[in-house]
């Protein structure tokens, strides 16, 4: 299974996913924001956490229309995977990839600890390793995290079972305590917290492991 | 010739921002302060002849993210 990670100016957490994805059996290649093209047969794209041009204008606003961006929106149109992750997700609601967009957390506070999450659903490769309702640990380091929707898009995504992970105790004002979401195909997948912070027991917890090994395991058997 | 975007949160849209300055105002004694939104402004220097059109893609392209905000656009 090949990933290939995102490097932009100001991205910081985008070896961590590299070594997350290879732990799991995954080669990895680094690709640069000005690239024009991802390696060839990428199975998955990860869009990795940080301050993507110092997060200017809006959280991953100038990212999201960077060269490779339409790359990664190509691939998710094909029906390739995606995994955007804190910054990554603001980034991939840029791109309009996925739906709503990422505000600045209600208590206007930089919050970073680990929090515990609900699992909303196990249909799709990253949550295949979870059961539903399962409450699992994992960090979140964000100062606009709070998931906004309209009333219409939070009951579609509710209705389409689209919504990954759940805050159990909502630290930043999300709509519907919603942590992390599916696109339509379920192939691309957003979240603030990082489970590439909890992947490894050195990290003080592997709850965000079982997210690699069944992305690694789906995309093997497929 | 100047184009000045104004960029707001939507109405509806909460604005911590807004409302932690609606705080600081109280604190400081200023009264009667029901409701503060917090927005940007954008200046350009464009060429002459830009059109408001070209702004306006400028807009929904990069500049606002019309999911939660709306802009305007002044030409000068």
């Known amino acids: 299974m090949r990933a290939a990670v995102v490097v932009f100016p100001g991205s910081n957490c985008d070896r961590d996913l590299a070594v997350a994805f290879r732990d799991a059996g995954c080669q990895v290649d680094m690709v640069w924001h000005k690239d024009t093209a991802l390696p060839d047969n990428v199975d998955i794209v990860g869009i990795p956490g940080g301050f993507s041009f110092g997060d200017y204008l809006r959280c991953g606003a100038i990212a999201a229309n960077s060269p490779i961006c339409s790359e990664v929106k190509a691939h998710a149109e094909r029906g390739g995977f995606v995994l955007g992750i804190c910054n990554g997700f603001q980034i991939l609601t840029e791109t309009g990839l996925l739906p709503g967009a990422l505000l600045r957390n209600a208590g206007l506070k930089y919050i970073c600890r680990t929090v515990p999450l609900i699992v909303g659903t196990n249909d799709s490769v990253y949550t295949s390793g979870y059961t539903v309702g399962q409450e699992i640990g994992v960090p979140i380091a964000h100062h606009d995290g709070n998931y906004t929707a309209s009333d219409e898009v939070a009951a579609q995504l509710a209705a389409e079972d689209r919504i990954a992970f759940r805050y159990a105790d909502n630290p930043n004002g999300a709509t519907a305590d919603i942590a992390g979401i599916l696109s339509e195909n379920r192939r691309v997948l957003g979240m603030m917290p990082h489970p590439e912070r909890a992947a490894d027991e050195k990290h003080g917890g592997t709850d965000g492991k079982a997210l690699f090994s069944g992305i690694a395991s789906a995309l093997a058997a497929a | ?76």
């Open chain 2, 1 to 76: 010739m100047k184009a000045r975007v104004h960029v707001m949160l939507k109405d509806g849209v909460l604005d911590p921002q807004g409302e932690a300055v609606r705080h600081a105002l109280g604190s400081l004694g200023f009264d009667g302060v029901e409701k503060v939104r917090q927005g940007k402004v954008i200046e350009l220097d464009v060429a002459d002849g830009t059109t408001e059109d070209t702004v306006r893609e400028m807009c929904e392209k990069l500049l606002a993210n019309t999911v939660i905000e709306s802009y305007q656009i002044e030409m000068s």
